[in-house]
């Protein structure tokens, strides 16, 4: 009998993408990742993620940009922080996950939902200084089209029910005064920012 | 005791029962509430997935430096707001290469933040600076023989874990139950997370964790849920009848802020205990107690 090798032919890793990741603001935590699965187990939404947090980063250190970029791992986070209390590598996962939120929407991996809800979020952000729930909602629907608002249907009872108890305002709240000097700080704060992850 | 004070985008739109409650119950208990000048939202978890979370702390941080002068403690009523305001004011505290960067941020527009303030959850306050033996002696109208579930929620204990309770097992909310006279239902999923902004994009993630929260609360035998944060009382009240639709049940739990359960049984007024914001209806069950 022909004798096998017991090691298997090398793989040859792409590490472009892994680098990528790494150099985000918290990426380089994700080295740390032992593997051990406590965040999977915590996870209040791992039934519908497409990858666990702890198969993510694994994929991640493959160079497998598609599969990560293309997940709706980070998008299904919704930053209960139970992972990030219990890794024992104390990776900060929910700030990882951000980042990774943030890196596709710039790569434009933006066919999730949730990446229009952000943007819409961020949007009246920058507009008011405050949230309006109203403007993020219609921002969001204007961004999906009809499909969403077709889909969204049975959520009118919700809407009526909030509109009867007071709860949702038609009108936006006052714009901050402050909403110029805002936008300074913003701007010179995303300024800064480029220029850290630069070095 | 003073402090300062911030609201949060959601006490003017879809938590005002929190903020009316909360101003009430902190009026009743000698706690000065002052609203910091021109505020700014604190962009939730969600701005962070935009624009990084640099640029998030440092927004969030804006907030810190009006209020840095008065050097009061900051409170806020919201477990989103908490987690971000906290969150920045530890890295000004103790990350010294990131709050110079901040710094140099807030500077154009005139600001900065030294790191000299604590960030409080209104839950915190109560426990600790007023303390529960205070609270028991303002109960006019005690709760007895009402089994409450106290949801803690996520962002309110894991924000900073062991800041001032267990990020896993919290006790406070209970004992605050107990000392307005009501029973604590046995309820395990007291710190898991209800979807908190998934319910426009993905909402069946809120559903089935709504599920599962209205099953565990009820089973304890609660006939009341109470929690301290904006999210987790619009996804549980303002969904319940979708959660029902979903899953064939017939829950029909009131979801009140914890501050509103404090309102009724100090005696305070009707709009300190804000009942006709609730969607689900609380007026049955606490018509006993409401005196």
């Known amino acids: 009998m ?21 150099r985000l603001k918290n990426g380089a935590y994700i080295k740390q990742c032992m593997n051990c699965g406590m965040c999977a187990v915590s996870c209040a939404t ?12 694994n994929l991640i250190k493959l160079g497998k940009k598609e599969e990560v970029l293309t997940s709706n791992t980070f998008w299904s986070c919704t930053s209960c922080c139970t992972c990030k209390a219990r890794c024992p590598r ?110 | ?91 000004f505290k103790e990350d010294a290469h990131f709050r110079a960067l901040a710094n140099e941020a807030l500077a154009a527009d005139g600001l900065q933040y030294g790191g000299t303030l604590r960030v409080r959850q209104f839950l915190d306050v109560i426990i600790n600076d007023v303390g529960l033996d205070k609270v028991a002696r303002q109960v006019k109208n005690s709760l007895k023989g009402l089994t409450v579930a106290g949801y803690v929620g996520c962002q309110t204990v894991r924000a900073l874990p062991y800041e001032f309770d267990d990020p896993e097992q919290p006790v406070f909310m209970d004992r605050l139950i107990e000392s307005l006279g009501a029973t604590a239902a046995d309820f395990p999923m007291r710190a898991r997370c209800c979807g908190s902004s998934s319910t426009i994009p993905a909402r069946d993630i809120v559903l089935d964790l709504g599920y599962k929260i209205f099953q565990s609360a009820t089973a304890g035998g609660a006939r009341v849920i109470i929690t301290p944060c904006p999210m987790c009382q619009l996804n549980l009240d303002a969904y319940q009848s979708l959660v029902n639709r979903k899953y064939g049940t017939n829950f029909n739990i009131p979801v009140l802020f914890f501050t509103q359960l404090m309102a009724t049984a100090f005696g305070l007024s009707s709009e300190a205990r804000a009942f006709k914001y609730n969607i689900v209806s609380p007026l049955e069950t606490m018509a006993q107690f409401a005196g």
């Open chain 2, 1 to 91: 005791m003073r402090y300062s004070y911030y609201p949060g985008c959601s006490s003017e739109a879809t938590a005002k029962a929190n903020a009316h409650s909360i101003e009430a119950v902190a009026k009743a208990l000698d706690l000065q509430l002052e609203e910091i000048p021109d505020w700014n939202c604190c962009g939730a978890t969600m701005a962070s997935g935009v624009v990084g979370d640099f640029t998030q702390l440092v927004l969030t941080a804006r907030n810190l430096a009006i209020a840095e002068a008065k050097g009061q403690d900051v409170v806020t009523g919201c477990s989103s707001c908490y987690l971000t305001l906290a969150v920045a004011n530890k890295k």
């Open chain 1, 46 to 57: 791992k039934d519908v993620m497409d990858y666990s947090p702890r198969q993510l980063f």
């Open chain 1, 90 to 199: 104390g990776i900060p996962i929910i700030d990882v996950m951000h980042d990774l939120k943030k890196h596709a929407i710039e790569r434009g991996y933006t066919d999730y939902p949730q990446s229009a809800f952000y943007k819409a979020f961020w949007a009246e952000l920058c507009g008011r200084g405050r949230m309006f729930e109203g403007g993020v909602t219609a921002r969001y629907f204007l961004n999906r089209g009809l499909d969403e608002v077709v889909k969204a249907m049975d959520m009118k009872d919700v809407g009526i029910s909030m509109l009867k108890h007071g709860r949702m305002p038609l009108l936006p709240p006052k714009k901050i005064k402050g909403l110029g000097g805002l936008k300074k700080i913003i701007r010179k704060a995303r300024e800064l920012e480029q220029k850290e992850a630069r070095q």
């Open chain 1, 2 to 22: 022909e004798q096998k090798s017991f090691f298997s032919a090398p793989v040859k890793y792409d590490l472009t993408f892994a680098k990528e990741i790494f």
